[in-house]
């Protein structure tokens, strides 16, 4: 087993566009190699942020994800959880944050 407690794939889809997938544990211990990784990409970049592995995220997660936001040119996350949606709603932040759910993605292709 990985001592990791997050793992970052990172992936560029074309220019422009980059997807993120994370998995693990999107914690306080774990959000600042998220906003390491935010810190290497380009304002004109839109990132897609595959949220399907990860088993838990807090605040600091939250903050980890609104550093992207501020980062990039968009931002969409897919594989939001129940728990990491109701959060996301009590916070307001599914304003901030587009969230597609798995049948947004299969309408779009």
């Avoid at 990791?4 to 980059?18: N, P, S």
């Avoid at 998995?23 to 990409?41: F, K, Q, R, S």
């Amino acid at each position: 087993m990985s001592d990791q407690l997050l793992t970052i794939e990172t992936t560029r889809l074309d220019a422009g566009h980059v997807l993120l997938q994370l998995i693990g544990e999107l914690d306080y211990d774990t959000a600042p190699e998220l906003t390491a990784v935010a810190a290497d990409l380009s304002g004109d970049d839109e990132v897609l942020i595959d949220l399907t592995g990860v088993s838990l995220c807090d605040s600091s997660g939250l903050s980890a994800l609104l550093v992207v936001q501020r980062i990039a040119r968009a931002i969409r996350l897919t594989g939001v959880s129940p728990q990491l949606q109701r959060m996301l709603d009590r916070t307001g932040l599914t304003e901030l944050l587009a969230v597609e759910h798995a049948d947004d993605l299969r309408a779009t292709g």
